[in-house]
């Protein structure tokens, strides 16, 4: 036995040993890899050595050269060894962290709701599209001859008198009722007619628990040949006994409007009082003229109602500006 040989089985013994215990104590899948590479890869340390074999004689190759795929051999499989280890490990890492426990107790999420006003509104147009009628809107800021002159409002009318409307200085002005939707509509329709039309008005009042600059109106229309007051008369008791959720007595009080003749007040008995929820009529045939419809020809009723006033009276609430407080105590309750 010569002094290489001697030399390479000693260096071959200590790659292993060395090796061994770096394959042991790696815990990274792609460290592993990169520690195979360095011990048998191409360029490895295993190859280094064993291009010292070039100088052994030929009767001691044999004995370095098994001795070299016994070291091969042995690192293979304890990095195959190591790399199922880490693989398996890894599995279960990953199981810890995506495992759902279904029994565990679920975080509830605070439920939105609708605010009563626009629940209100809801219901009261549900209600008219429920008998045929279609939803239309309008733009809040309104010429005079929208808001009074075609609906027959005289101009020395006290609806148009400076304390009730906000005027804009170019003479525009912020709608005082939702009423000008209907000579929109008309105007851009052929009848038969049948509308309802929410919507924001404006009105210089005094704040106080039953008025506000800003509140909601619900108008509703309808063109036709032959509607006639018993027609009025039957739709808004069918409305008002949907929206009250029983037929409640209904008397309707002759009133004035100028844009209906003749004109009735709507009140409603609940819960022992009478209440005075809507205004109504027969379109006056000088609106009708307005929008190009010919008043012999055809005849139409309209309505308006209060959105505060009827929520404010089917709950029971006592001060129309809880309305606007956004006040979680006042809103949750609906
Ligand atoms: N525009 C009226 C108001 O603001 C409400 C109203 C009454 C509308 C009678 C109508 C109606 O369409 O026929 O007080």
């Given at each position: 036995m010569t002094t290489t040989s001697n030399t390479l089985e000693l260096e071959l013994q200590t790659l292993q040993d060395k090796a061994q215990e770096a394959i042991a104590s790696i815990t990274d899948l792609e460290d592993l890899e990169q520690l195979r590479i360095s011990y048998l890869?191409?360029?490895g340390q295993l190859s280094r050595i064993l291009g010292?074999?070039?100088?052994?004689?030929k009767d001691e190759r044999p004995r370095i050269g098994a001795l070299a795929n016994t070291v091969k051999e042995t690192l293979q499989t304890n990095l195959d060894l190591q790399r199922q280890t880490l693989q398996i490990a890894q599995i279960q890492a990953q199981l810890v962290v995506e495992s759902l426990d279904v029994t565990m107790p679920g975080s509830s999420r605070p439920l939105g709701r609708l605010h009563p006003l626009n629940r209100t509104i809801d219901r009261v147009l549900d209600i008219f599209v429920g008998l045929g009628y279609g939803v239309a809107t309008g733009p809040h800021l309104e010429t005079d001859y929208y808001n009074f002159e075609a609906l027959n409002i005289?101009?020395?009318?006290?609806?148009?008198?400076m304390q009730d409307t906000f005027f804009?200085?170019?003479?525009?002005?912020?709608?005082?009722?939702?009423?000008p939707v209907q000579i929109r509509y008309m105007e851009t329709h052929k009848p038969p007619i049948r509308i309802v039309s929410p919507g924001r008005v404006y009105r210089r009042d005094t704040v106080d628990t039953t008025h506000s600059a800003v509140f909601h109106q619900v108008e509703i229309l309808s063109v036709d040949k032959g509607l006639t007051f018993t027609k009025l008369k039957g739709t808004i008791k069918e409305f008002l006994k949907k929206m009250f959720g029983k037929e409640l007595p209904v008397k309707f009080r002759a009133s004035y409007f100028p844009?209906?003749?003749?004109s009735a007040e709507v009140d409603v008995q609940w819960q022992g009082e009478w209440l005075e929820v809507m205004g109504c009529g027969m379109v006056d045939p000088n609106v009708l003229k307005a929008v190009g419809y010919d008043p012999e020809v055809y005849t139409g009723f309209a309505a308006g109602l209060g959105v505060e006033r009827f929520a404010m009276v089917l709950h029971k609430?006592?001060?129309?500006?809880r309305f606007y407080s956004s006040d979680m105590r006042f809103l949750s309750q609906f």
């Open positions: 890869g191409k360029k010292g074999m070039g100088k052994l004689s005289p101009s020395d009318h006290p609806a148009r008198d804009l200085a170019d003479g525009r002005l912020l709608r005082t009722h939702t009423s844009f209906t003749e003749p609430i006592d001060d129309i500006r």
